[in-house]
Each structure stands twice: as structure tokens, then as C-alpha cells.
């Protein structure tokens, strides 16, 4: 079983930054792309960056330039720095990670972090 843990959420001021970690443990043989995703109250869940086991990376239209998601595959851990707040970034913020266990592949996902941008 796979395990993925968020952490470095809180609140920021319009214009801050903040880092986002996000670990995947447990059974784990290699892990091929992990992404971060943003559900705000009322509105549907949606994808924030992505990150390939290459390191090819997609962003989404309204962070680009101001998200950067990188990994370091040593600690099974993917980043996501997050510059130039808005108050529409409020959101908690969501991990996903495709894992190789002793199964075959499985898609984990974490319980998220909360990210309130005050303006």
C-alpha cells in the first residue's frame, strides 16, 4: 500500500509564496508521475501541475509562470513553490502519485492541505 502525505499549507497575504511537499512511502518499486491538484469549496477539483518520472511538467493556464512543481525521486517527493498569491489560489491543495507496489500500479492520493490567500 502507498502511502502520500501533504504538508506546508497556511495562510499567505496576496503577493506571498509558499512550498508545498508531498511524500509518497510504503511498498514502493518506482513512481511515475505525481501531481498536484486544487478543490475550493463549491467547485469541482482541478489539476494545478504535473510532473513526469523525466521531469516533463504541465501546468495549468492560470498558475503558469507563478507555480513551479519539481520532484526529487531519491525521497519519493514532489514539490510545488507557489509564487505571486492570489486569493482565487484558496484551495486545499491535493497530491497524487502513480506508484509501482508489489500489485502493479496504483494511483495514491493524499488528504491535502489547505492554502488560504488573504488579499
Known amino acids: 500500500q502507498v502511502q502520500v502525505v501533504e504538508s506546508g499549507g497556511g495562510l499567505v497575504q496576496a503577493g506571498g509564496s509558499l512550498r508545498l511537499s508531498c511524500a509518497a512511502s510504503g511498498r514502493i518499486f518506482s513512481i511515475g508521475a505525481m501531481g498536484w491538484y486544487r478543490q475550493a469549496p463549491g467547485k469541482q477539483r482541478e489539476l494545478v501541475a504535473s510532473i513526469g518520472s523525466g521531469g516533463s511538467t504541465n501546468y495549468a493556464g492560470s498558475v503558469k509562470g507563478r507555480f513551479t512543481i519539481s520532484r526529487d525521486n531519491a525521497k519519493n517527493t514532489v514539490y510545488l513553490k507557489m509564487n505571486s498569491l492570489k486569493p482565487e489560489d484558496t484551495a486545499v491543495y491535493l497530491c497524487?502519485?502513480?506508484?509501482?507496489?508489489?500489485?502493479?500500479?496504483?494511483?495514491?492520493w493524499g488528504r491535502g492541505t489547505q492554502v488560504t490567500v488573504s488579499s
Open positions: 497524487n502519485a502513480h506508484a509501482q507496489g508489489p500489485t502493479g500500479w496504483v494511483l495514491s
